[in-house]
């Protein structure tokens, strides 16, 4: 079945305390890319990667790193989380320029 | 800032259509105009895609002006399932800077 598998689903953490999101997709899309949402501000692009070893910031890149370094994974790293980055993360896969599909989203908590 | 315009949120009548709109004024030559819904906090899910031509699929159909700066997503037949966030997006030929905006609010009411 094809889909965006994303990882974990639900996390708490602290202050500071360094984590990453996973996203593998297996339909050998080349474009992934990450989103937040927060109430009432819609979806908004953190960062996308064209191919492995291309990555670009989106709108809100600020506090996070990503990674492409094999076609399937596009991890998403917060290096010292804070409390602005409390939010629903989905990880997006699509072909080129095509339709993009989604994981179910990584709910995240930092306290 | 986001490509597209859309109403906050829209009522419509279990069974009949539902017409969402999307202003899309700035839309360039090579970009596709997208539309997803989201139902809770799930992830988007692709409805429908077009260029210049209308286009219809067993989900839906899109209506695009011939100037391309608007567009109108038709549910023919809207159930209680299709209430949902509606988002618009237009996505260029090259570079994939995606902007969603706040999408339309569907409320199907029975």
């Known amino acids: 079945e094809a889909q965006v598998t994303q990882n974990p689903r639900y996390l708490i953490t602290v202050t500071g305390k360094k984590l990453t999101v996973t996203c593998s997709q297996n339909?050998?899309?080349?474009?992934m890319s990450w989103y937040r949402q927060d109430p009432g501000l819609g979806l908004r692009q953190i960062y996308y990667s064209m191919n492995v070893e291309v990555t670009d910031k989106g709108d809100v890149p600020e506090g996070y790193k990503v990674s492409r370094k094999e076609k399937r994974n596009f991890p998403l790293i917060l290096e010292s989380p804070s409390p602005n980055q409390t939010s629903l993360y989905f990880c997006?896969?699509?072909?080129?320029?095509?339709?993009?599909?989604f994981g179910e989203g990584s709910r995240l908590t930092v306290l | 800032d986001a490509k597209t315009t859309q109403p906050t949120s829209m009522d419509c009548a279990e069974g009949r259509a539902a017409n969402l709109p999307c202003n899309h004024s700035t839309i360039s030559g090579n970009e596709y105009v997208y539309w997803y819904r989201q139902i809770h906090s799930q992830g988007p899910q692709y409805i429908i895609h077009?260029?210049?031509n209308n286009e219809t699929n067993e989900m839906a159909s899109l209506i695009i002006t011939e100037d391309r700066k608007s567009s109108t997503l038709i549910l023919p037949h809207a159930t209680l399932r299709d209430t949902a966030v509606y988002y618009c997006?237009?996505?260029?030929?090259?570079?994939?800077?995606?902007?969603f905006g706040g999408g339309t609010r569907l409320m199907v009411k029975p």
């Open positions: 339909m050998n899309h080349e474009y």
């Open positions: 077009g260029l210049k």
């Open positions: 997006a896969s699509s072909p080129p320029y095509g339709e993009l599909f």
């Open positions: 997006i237009v996505r260029p030929n090259a570079g994939n800077m995606l902007t």
